[in-house]
């Protein structure tokens, strides 16, 4: 049997599964670096509006960055996780569904063909030559619209989901360490803003939707972090209380 060709595509369309989870994965890792920006950020900015303290302020903003990365690893190891036991349960019974009665199974895989609006005839030869190939793969994409080789590994998105939350959460921690008392705040909000931005943009772009409106909406949401906590320190520097 010959390998069937090559589907012709677009450029800006990712049909193949590899590159459709890769841009996925790249969106995760945008959308960690948001947070990062943003949670340490509204952290030290809110510090900073209670106390002009250098080792205060670096003291929160490093406890912020390092709980913030486990916070994110965690949360995206435990997730992905449960994604990917439940993904290769429903292999492992396919499997052996495949193993106890194929006749069934081959039958099954040609309704679903079937039930795609082909005809008797021609969803017949598809299930049996897709049997022929790959009788798993055929049914776990089929029926679960599952890929085996796209079985994430919840160590390596852990691992991704703690770097991109640091590379974000590096940028507010410099800009507010390494600039005069007098200019800190502004300073670092600029700096947050522009890199909101730039998050908000790529984001939008590697999902094709509208870099506008995606962009304003997490500079808006970022200034609107940012105001809120910097007000709360001020008043409770003003208080007496921080």
Do not use: C
Request: proline fraction near 4%; glycine fraction near 10%; aromatic fraction near 2%.
């Amino acid at each position: 049997m010959t390998d069937a060709s090559p589907l012709p595509t677009h450029p800006d369309e990712p049909h193949a599964g590899s590159l459709a989870g890769r841009l996925n994965w790249l969106r995760a890792g945008v959308l960690g670096a948001n947070d990062g920006i943003v949670s340490v950020a509204a952290v030290v900015v809110g510090v900073a509006g209670a106390t002009t303290s250098t080792p205060a302020i670096a003291t929160a903003g490093i406890a912020a960055l390092v709980g913030g990365a486990i916070s994110m690893a965690l949360g995206e190891y435990v997730s992905v996780s449960s994604q990917t036991d439940s993904q290769r349960a429903l292999i492992e019974k396919e499997r052996a569904e495949l193993a106890a009665d194929p006749e069934a199974e081959l039958e099954e895989l040609t309704a679903l063909w079937r039930a795609q609006g082909l005809s008797d005839d021609t969803a017949a030869r598809v299930a049996a030559e897709l049997t022929e190939r790959d009788a798993l793969a055929a049914h776990l994409s089929a029926e679960l619209h599952i890929d085996e080789a796209d079985v994430a590994n919840p160590w390596h998105a852990a691992l991704s989901s703690a770097i991109a939350f640091l590379a974000g959460a590096i940028l507010p921690l410099l800009a507010i360490l390494l600039t005069p008392a007098r200019l800190r705040v502004p300073v670092t909000v600029l700096v947050v803003l522009l890199a909101l931005a730039a998050t908000g943009a790529l984001g939008a772009r590697l999902g094709q939707g509208a870099v506008g409106r995606a962009t304003l909406r997490v500079v808006v949401g970022g200034a609107l972090a940012l105001a809120a906590t910097y007000l709360v320190g001020t008043l409770l520097g003003t208080a007496g209380i921080a």
